[in-house]
């Protein structure tokens, strides 16, 4: 039971790039979610999914897409990098609105 | 929850001693709380939750305590080791659909020789 596993670990992207990062849990969890966490801050929720097929805005979803294909699967796209999207990026996953477990975090930097 | 800023607020304790880690939440409908721990370059872990009818609950050498009167939570860690230097933060239910949880920034506890 591998739990939330996220990749890549870390990245560096030019101004205007894009790419996927990737999240997949195997807990049969139905909610997913992905958070930015930047120095000093608490976590901030950039979009979650209630099931399969279910994507919602969280708090900061400028720049970013997500999908939901299947119940394992939550992949989060950012288009056009910017600086600003320099952060560290949890994606997690829960039972419902019970307590949220982690992965292990993707660290990426936009020059 | 609301930013501290880039400094997070920093506990150090002698390694035996009891730690209090506190935290005031925002929402008094919050009904579900969190205490989750952080080492540097991993994920938020786990450590205990409490639900809002109840006052304490204990765990292995950690007690959480909830004052839902003044909204406040606090960390207890009895016994304190080296390996639990890291951040630790709260999380409340804010019971908004799939926006649920909001998360302080945390408490840096840096535990001395």
């Known amino acids: 039971n591998a739990g939330v596993t996220q990749t890549p670990k870390f990245r560096i992207l030019k101004i205007g790039q894009s790419m996927t990062l990737q999240c997949a849990q195997d807990m049969n969890h139905n909610y997913m979610y992905w958070y930015r966490q930047d120095p000093g801050m608490g976590l901030k929720l950039i979009y979650y999914?209630?099931?399969?097929?279910?994507?919602d805005k969280g708090e900061v979803p400028n720049g970013y897409n997500v999908s939901r294909s299947t119940t394992e699967d939550f992949p989060l796209r950012l288009e056009l990098a910017a600086p600003s999207q320099t952060s560290v990026y949890f994606c997690?996953?829960?039972?419902?609105?019970?307590?949220?477990?982690f992965g292990e975090g993707s660290w990426l930097t936009v020059v | 929850g609301e930013s501290v800023g880039l400094h997070l607020p920093t506990l150090s304790v002698q390694e035996g001693d009891n730690s209090i880690i506190n935290c005031a939440y925002s929402n008094s409908a919050s009904d579900y709380f969190i205490w989750y721990k952080q080492e540097s370059g991993k994920g938020p872990q786990f450590i205990i939750d409490i639900r809002s009818n109840m006052d304490k609950r204990q765990g292995q050498r950690v007690t959480v305590l909830l004052n839902k009167t003044v909204k406040h939570l606090s960390l207890q860690i009895a016994a304190t080791q080296p390996g639990d230097s890291a951040v630790y933060f709260c999380a409340e239910n804010m019971r908004n659909y799939g926006q649920n949880f909001v998360f302080g920034p945390g408490t840096r506890l840096s535990v001395l020789p």
């Open positions: 997690a996953s829960s039972f419902g609105e019970n307590t949220i477990y």
């Open positions: 999914s209630v099931g399969a097929g279910i994507t």
